[in-house]
């Protein structure tokens, strides 16, 4: 199949290669930041794809209103073509168009931002943290709507040597694994001193960013401590698993009910670095973190008995010695 996108990218190109008949993609760039005027010199990108394989097969620019078109396009009703323009280095994809000779032209409007990179725009509408005490683990799973107010897209700020940052996961640095819900957001985060961080551009709107993680009891000792990294309202923490009598948090309690304990903000937005402190006291006793020195205690007490045994049997006592004298024949007494 990439091969014969690849093909279809030389076609494009080329009209006198394509066969009759052909469609034709156009449509408009407009500035999302100012009011959706015309993007005048824009790069615009056609891909095309087929079972969520995309390559690129033409490229054009747009004309002093903003309109591209792409001309000769094979009306193959099997694949999915997506334009996109580029502006200050982010891309912005259009709406997916099919061809077919019933349908040989389509008309598509793609709106582009400004970017920048501080200071940071983003905020939380929402931030759920789900708390599930399992064996010797915290299972933690997040939910947060982040949101873009502005009408700029955030590209953010390189640390040191590496790409511009845009967010970061303030989470506990001995999770285990982050495991985002949607695959395109788990391609997107990397690990950098111990917490997940991002590259990607944030678009004006809001997006939701759903993950779990694991925390090992044993090394938490029941402790959980989550940094706010965004100014967030309608915060809400969620404990499944405890007793309501040995959870303790550092916001309110608003529900205590059998399946689970609930906790928020009271409806006011925490600032960014607002740390979330959670502790559950009387956890099961960690069996597998000690059953290793419980072992190796067993084994010297075994090696000890080893030793002693054999001496003790080689020293009778001495009321085994009386008890022998006096098991001895008359003659050997009387001797």
Known sequence: MLAFLLSLAIAVTDAESLPEPAGTIQGAVVDGTRGKAPLVGADVMLRAGADGEF?????????????FV?????????????PGANRDGVHYPGQRVRLDPSNPVAQVSI?????????????????????????????ITESLVIANPSRATYVGQSMGNGPPVTFWLSIPKNFDRVTFDKEFYGRRFFVVDHRPVTEMPWLPGSQEL?????????ESEGR?????????????VRVYGADGRRVTCNLPMTADAVEQLVFTAAGKQLARDFSIELQIASLPFPWMQYARWGALVALALLAGATVAVPHLCRRPSKSRQRHNRQQLPNKQRAA
């Open 70 to 82: 792409f001309k000769h396009v094979p009306l193959d009703p099997t694949l999915v073509y997506l």
């Open 111 to 139: 709106v582009a931002y400004a970017a920048v990179s501080k200071p940071c725009p983003l905020v939380a509408m929402r931030h759920d943290v789900d708390v599930r005490i399992e064996a010797q683990v915290l299972k």
């Open 224 to 236: 959980f401590r989550r940094t706010i990294d965004l100014p967030s309202s309608n915060v809400r």
């Open 210 to 218: 759903r993950f779990t993680y694991h925390v090992p009891l044993v």
């Open 55 to 67: 390559v690129a097969v033409a490229e054009t620019t747009t004309d002093r209103y903003g309109n």
